[in-house]
Every structure is written in C-alpha cells, then in structure tokens.
C-alpha cells in the first residue's frame, strides 16, 4: 500500500549528529534531534506502548507504525509479548523496513526491549548474552517541547565475538548507517505531528 507523506520529512541538519569508532570495529552514533514540539514523555511512552495499534491518517485508517514513516517503514508486530502482557520491557518486537525505501538497505529484525519507561526505550539484541546491537532512545519535558536523543550501538565489546563485529560491517556498512541516520531523523521529526493529534483524540474521546 502507497502512503502519502502528510507532514514535512526533517532534514538531516536539523539534528546535531555524531560519528564515533572503538576498539573491535565498534560504532556508535549519536542524534540530538531538534525539540518535539508540543510532544510530552507521557505521550512517547504511550506511543511505543501501543505501536501496533492503528489511527486516523489521511483519511483512513491505518497501523501507526506505517503513519510513522509511509516510505520506509513495512511491517511491525509483537514478536513476544512483555511477562505482564503488551509492548513493555522485557517484549520482542519484530521491526521490518528499508531505509530511504532501498531493497539493498532492508532490515527485518526481531529486538528485545529491555528498558521502556517515561525517560526512554531501549532495545538490544544479543549473541550468547553479550550485546552486540543497541538502539537507545532517551527523552525529557523541555521549554520547547520534548529533547529527544537517540544513540546507536554496532558491534560488541568483548574481543571473544569480535568477529561478530566485522559481520556487522558488512551487514549495515557505514552508507547504510548513514541512510538510517537519515531515516531515524525523519521519522522522529514525524512524531511532533502524529502525537499531539492522538492525545487531542483520545481527551475527545473520553469526554
């Protein structure tokens, strides 16, 4: 299904963006994303609490992780849910999407959410339980809207599974980094049009 992109795709230099390197092939990258104005902790946490619902979007009704980003984003699904039941920690989520809408940078991931609170998520994936991808979204109430920052983790720390970390260059090189850079970008930026209309929604809704 072609979606239509309703609201402005934020440009890369709207964000602060930081390039790191470490021992073992390891790479790190920041994001300090522009203010999500109008957007509070309370609606994020709520937003990724419930991705696999749908809402109102151009129109018709769709899942809301389509809203997110109609180009690049394909499927999310709750893989396992958390102990106590839902998306929360401690659930998988199945994330299928191919950044700038590119076959060769498609991703279908399964991620456990080891932390999901009002300040941020995080989501890991690990070999022998050593971590060896983390993506970590933290966020805070600011006088402009939410500060949003989002820090990217390839490869792992031990030198036992360094290997690991040179399939990993190969799997996500550094121009797909880059395009993903560009999408986590975007569909953050989304995310200042798409949550102070749900909110305003669902207040309606209750009245």
Do not use: C
Request: proline letters at 6%; hydrophobic letters at 45%; charged letters at 25%.
């Amino acid at each position: 299904m072609s979606l239509p992109v309703l609201f402005p795709l934020r440009s890369v230099d709207s964000a602060v963006v930081r390039y790191a390197t470490a021992p073992h092939r390891r790479r790190r990258v920041t994001i300090d994303h522009r203010p999500l104005a109008g957007v509070t902790p309370a609606m994020l946490l709520d937003w990724f609490s419930h991705l696999g619902e749908t809402m109102l979007y151009g129109g018709q009704v769709i899942d809301r992780y389509l809203a997110w980003h109609p180009i690049d984003h394909i499927r999310w699904e709750l893989a396992k849910p958390a102990p106590g039941g839902g998306a929360a920690e401690g659930a998988k989520f199945r994330i299928v999407e191919k950044f700038a809408g590119r076959d060769d940078f498609a991703v279908d991931v399964v991620d456990r959410v080891e932390k999901l609170d009002e300040t941020g998520i995080r989501l890991v994936q690990r070999i022998g339980g050593v971590v060896v991808f983390q993506l970590e979204h933290t966020w805070s109430a600011g006088p402009h809207g939410a500060h949003y920052v989002t820090v990217l983790d390839l490869g792992a720390r031990s030198a036992l599974i360094a290997p690991v970390n040179y399939v990993l260059t190969r799997r996500f090189p550094d121009n797909m980094v880059r395009a993903w850079v560009r999408h986590n970008i975007e569909e953050v930026g989304q995310l200042e049009y798409l949550l102070p209309d749900l909110h305003a929604a669902a207040e309606f809704a209750v009245r």
